[in-house]
């Protein structure tokens, strides 16, 4: 069975600061990883993914993610926060068949 | 193109009613599957229909259930309203055989309120 941890439901940052958001997964088989960001009262949109390949992935809006395999995480990091990244962020899972297992989701504050 | 569009996007049920969403997945895909998330909370995998049939379930009774149309649009259906059915529905599209990756959209889901 999967599972996927996200460390701190809440993260505050000041703008210009890094942005470091935490995920761990656990899968009996190599999975796709993804992020996705929510913003108040919208569905999800997906920010990047990791299937195969390179393990730094780059994703919209300046966000980037690395696949460490031996440390079985997925961390989000941003190198400078925007106040319009201020939202909620889950981290997910799959392995091929199209049905996500998330994480309990990170709410990013980011003062100016 | 247009994304993965979802209707009602908002509804007020009183228990023990039965409540019937739908979804349009993105243009080209063929997968859809439905996902709630509580307030707080992150989605949760209901099923997954392709080709018009249930291929996958996560661990949801029998008060849900779906269906998928030739046309690859979709219904969530749940009976018997509880309290706790209250959350957001989100619908995710994807293709079966995507040669670029494993690649899900969601729609705006729809907000379910059990009173």
């Known amino acids: 069975a999967q599972s996927v941890t996200q460390l701190g439901s809440h993260v505050s940052v000041s703008e210009g600061a890094l942005v470091l958001l935490r995920c761990n997964y656990s899968?009996?088989?190599?999975?796709?990883l993804f992020w996705y960001v929510q913003y108040p009262n919208q569905g999800l949109q997906l920010l990047l993914k990791?299937?195969?390949?390179?393990?730094l992935v780059k994703g919209i809006n300046g966000f980037e993610a690395e696949f460490k395999k031996s440390e079985t995480s997925f961390h989000l990091t941003k190198p400078s926060a925007h106040m319009s990244d201020a939202a909620e962020y889950f981290c997910?899972?799959?392995?091929?068949?199209?049905?996500?297992?998330f994480g309990s989701g990170t709410r990013l504050q980011v003062q100016p | 193109d247009a994304g993965v569009t979802q209707s009602p996007t908002h509804l007020i049920k009183t228990r023990g009613q039965q409540v019937t969403l739908r979804c349009s997945p993105k243009?080209?895909?063929?997968?859809v599957s439905w996902y709630q998330q509580a307030l707080g909370q992150g989605p949760q995998f209901i099923f997954q229909?392709?080709?018009?049939?249930?291929?996958q379930r996560g661990n949801f009774p029998d008060r849900f259930s779906g269906h998928q149309f030739p046309n690859y649009s979709s219904e969530l259906n749940v009976n018997a309203l509880l309290l706790g059915d209250s959350a957001l529905y989100l619908c995710?599209?994807?293709?079966?055989?995507?040669?670029?990756?494993?690649?899900?959209?969601f729609g705006e889901g729809s907000w379910l309120t059990v009173v």
């Open positions: 995710a599209s994807s293709l079966l055989t995507d040669p670029s990756g494993n690649t899900i959209y």
């Open positions: 899968s009996s088989v190599p999975p796709y």
């Open positions: 990791y299937t195969t390949g390179a393990t």
């Open positions: 997910a899972s799959d392995t091929g068949r199209r049905a996500l297992t």
């Open positions: 243009s080209g895909h063929d997968t």
């Open positions: 229909y392709y080709e018009e049939e249930e291929r």
